[in-house]
């Protein structure tokens, strides 16, 4: 019999010792404080404005409206999973209890995959000579605000303890 040792402490009768130690409720509460949650919609609204830029200067850049337009479905592949995925996982559904939220989770985001590619193979019908590099521009584009965003998270509030 082959018996892998892990990396996990043991006390002297060999059981696992964890140094891990769950929050009191005041400790939750405390950090809930000291690290606000952030709204999904600040995304959604950056990724608004930034498809918007991104269609403004792919129509001014190469003079042609129908690479703004295409410019703007890549955009809004993007946004309008995004908006759906935030509406769904703020809802009430999805704040009742922790399986509900994972469950949400994941549904809303097959929606989102769905919604996109749907919005990707429509595109070709909604805009008369699609440019196909601009709609790919304008989907990386503003898809790069969710990194963005995390760039932008909120700081700890001033006069809080970090080591608390």
Not at 82 to 109: C, D, I, K, M, P
Request: hydrophobic fraction near 55%.
């Amino acid at each position: 019999m082959v018996t892998i040792d892990t990396d996990a402490a043991r006390d002297a009768d060999g059981k696992e010792v964890s140094d891990f130690t769950p929050l009191t409720p005041s400790e939750a509460q405390a950090l809930r404080k000291q690290y606000p949650s952030v709204s999904p919609w600040w995304v959604v609204a950056a990724q608004v404005l930034v498809g918007l830029l991104v269609t403004l200067v792919a129509w001014g850049v190469s003079g042609k409206q129908a690479v703004g337009w295409s410019a703007a479905c890549g955009a809004m592949a993007v946004i309008v999973p995004a908006a759906l995925f935030a509406r769904g996982v703020t809802g009430q559904f999805a704040s009742a209890n922790a399986g509900s939220a994972v469950l949400s989770f994941f549904v809303w985001e097959m929606v989102k995959i769905f919604v996109t590619v749907g919005i990707l193979f429509t595109a070709h019908r909604l805009v008369a000579d699609l440019s196909w590099p601009a709609m790919l521009i304008g989907l990386v584009v503003t898809m790069k605000v969710y990194w963005l965003a995390l760039g932008f998270k909120r700081k700890p509030l001033a006069g809080t303890n970090k080591n608390a």
